[in-house]
């Protein structure tokens, strides 16, 4: 990767009356990487994506967008760049056909829309209406058309909001081919496992406020999270026959359910041999793992939002 950012933004600050959307958000991203902003609803993820494209205006700070500034450099840095909106919209009776070689004419270089089409699994949905198709195909079609002018830096907004499990990581895969292709590609989501899953670092904003920047991995070692075992019994189980397994930091009984908090490596070997020696009668044991969903409510002291 060149060390050259791709995206550079200082105090970044946007508001609307009283509310300040954005607050004073400072990130760069580099040239070839996935980079993830995340958060819930209503924490500045579309604001601060809106003025990177040049859609909104900002009312303080600096950004420069491939060597660009959105606000005074709009038509030539759209030649550049792709964006899948958060909300988009074609007429029901345009053709799969008709839109891309529509969004392919406003560019000065475009590239063969066909073999996108087979990408996207749409080679099929050509000749259908836009109002035809259905959610998913939709925001396949947005991908493509984001995709057209062949940009080097393509934003995904909220990229797999409303799709199925099986859809949202076919649509990983295909992100991630993106980026193989040379492409720098900044997303914004809500969803903890898809930015885990894809990003190379992640921005987490919360309420307008860049709240971490690092890598999955790094955010999640700096938590120093507890490990779990979650396990299910037929009758209740003392919690105090777990606290003083080595390790141990606390144990939360949840009707049949119980999980015991730990940082021990071997937090899973202590507690199914206290079961087996008290003969406790256990099944649908499970470990779990910090994740980045763990890092957000470290962060922000509450879960996600919906």
Known sequence: MSDQ????????????????????????????EIFGLVGPNGAGKTTTIEC??????ADGGEIQVLGLDPRRDGPALREKIGAQLQESALPDRI????????????????????????????????NAAF??????????????????????????????????????????????????????????????????RL??????????????????????????????VVFSTEAPVDPGMFRALPGVT??????????VYGRDDRLVVEVVNALSLDRIKFRDLRTEQADLEDVFLALTGREMRG
């Open 5 to 32: 950012p791709v995206i550079r933004i200082s105090g970044l600050r946007k508001t609307y009356g009283d509310l300040a959307a954005v607050d004073g958000v400072s990130f760069e991203v580099r040239r070839g």
């Open 250 to 259: 606390r144990v939360e009984p949840v009707g049949e359910r119980t999980i």
């Open 199 to 228: 990003c190379d670092r992640v921005a987490v904003i919360d309420h307008g406020r860049l709240a971490a920047l690092d890598t999955p991995e790094n955010l999640i070692r700096g938590l120093g999270a507890e490990n779990r």
């Open 95 to 126: 053709r799969v056909w008709e839109a891309l070689d529509l969004f392919a004419s406003f560019y000065a270089h475009s590239v063969p829309w066909e073999p996108l089409l087979e990408q996207l699994g749409l080679s099929e949905k050509r």
């Open 131 to 196: 109002g035809k198709l259905s959610g998913g195909q939709k925001q396949r079609l947005f991908i493509a058309l984001a995709l057209v002018n062949d940009p080097a830096l393509v934003f995904f907004d909220e990229l797999s909001t409303g799709l199925d499990p099986q859809a949202r990581r076919s649509m990983w895969d295909f992100i991630r081919a993106v980026r193989s292709a040379g492409k720098t590609v900044f997303l914004t989501t809500h969803y903890m496992e898809e930015a885990e």
């Open 52 to 57: 990177l494209e040049g859609l909104r205006q």
